[in-house]
């Protein structure tokens, strides 16, 4: 179950970074257009589909749970749906590779439906939590048998006969808990209520509604939401375009931000504002980053973005900020070195349990290329110095948000970086060794 050979890959000081590219389609909504897809009643035509490998084994396990599932051309599938409740007992194991949110969406999915599938994926995935996500599942009905303490990968999950509707009080802000228990809300009768003290990502309550379900969403608390769901819908198919993935985005903006001189257009990137929190803190550090014909696009805000080389400073980034970058912090803590001055990132917690211990895989690769950090409870402080040495060794761990952060900093230091494992980046921005070199990066 674990991915290919490792590659290593080598990022060096060259020129000023020019052009203007597209990074691939978001990755969060390329999974739920492939479940929801699945889910509806007829073919979902989905255009910009993220064809990493990550989506491509949630498309597998749409597959395997028997609804029809094409590659029409580049980024162009289409998914002829079985409609809710229509899932059947897949013959294999269901294998997610590195993906937490294919896994845990699809548990939810398998969760409200009277079969039984087992879950795998990859050495990084069998240690994340999973508990999370059955702990609601088992209050709708389901069963899970997992060989390991705290329901962690492999686990067989038997989704319940007569799915129960629930309020739910999510307790960690993660959109992959509630995703999970709003899918499996939809086999439920009644009303399925997902309460989040903290908003995070809304692109399951946007796309269950462009495929025809009553959902409702309303304030909850200063930053909170509580998302209702209608259940036994008929879902019906509606095509998808997916925008460029901010996530995705985030690593040539750092990019173009500390090489001197650069200046990059990155076209189509979504601009939803539970996704753009990077944007608002590098903003904050002094970047140059200007949204250009900001538009909507397939339920999505998108919109242009012209960054430009600047001197960055270090700033305070507050807790409250973290759902709308989880993803972003080891490219933040990369753009950081660069400022000058102390970056403090507050409540990290939820880093601990990505594709790897995020907050001690940023700090280690920091310190492998002579920058100054410390971890302190769950925050991170990064002291900048406007130039950072370089000349590290950083180690992955099978992490591909820690292999492109790493790669972007070692375009900016004096020394080259190396990363040990390039190939896990595949997992979610396939093409990203081109596109860097395309505006300008030396790789080797
Ligand atoms: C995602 C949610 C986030 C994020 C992940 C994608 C999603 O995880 O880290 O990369 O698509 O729902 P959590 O919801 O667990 O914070």
Known sequence: MDHAASSPLTARRAGALKGRTRVPGDKSISHRALILG???????????????????????????LGAKVERMGEGAWRVHGVGVGGF???????????SGTGCRLVMGAVGGCPISASFDGDASLRRRPMKR???????????AASMSDGGRLPLTLTGARDPIPIVYRTPVPSAQIKSAVLLAGLAAPGETTVIETEASRDHTERLLKHFSA???????????????VRGEPELAAAPVAVPADPSSAAFPMVAASIVPGSELILTDVMTNPLRTGLIVTLREMGADIEALEPRSAGGEEVADFRV???????VEVPPARAPSMIDE??????????????????????????????????????????VEVEIQGDDLIVHGKGRVPGGGLVATRMDHRIAMAFVVMGLATEKPVRVDDAAIIATSFPGFTPLLRSIGAELS
């Open 308 to 314: 430009r080389a600047s001197a960055l400073r270090g």
């Open 38 to 64: 699945a889910l509806t009643v007829g073919e979902t035509d989905v255009v910009g589909l993220l064809e990493g490998e990550d989506v491509i084994n949630t498309a597998n396990a749409m597959r395997a």
């Open 329 to 370: 912090y080891p490219v933040l803590a990369v753009a950081a070195s660069f400022a000058q001055g102390v970056t403090v990132m507050r409540g990290l917690k939820e880093l601990r349990v990505k594709e790897s211990d995020r907050l001690s895989a940023v700090a280690d690769g920091l310190r492998a290329n002579g």
């Open 88 to 98: 059947s007992a897949p013959d294999g194991v269901l294998d997610f590779g590195n």
């Open 133 to 143: 996500i059955l702990d609601p599942l088992e209050l709708i009905g389901a069963r």
């Open 214 to 228: 009553e959902v409702r969403v309303e304030a909850e608390g200063a930053q909170g939401r509580k998302i209702t």
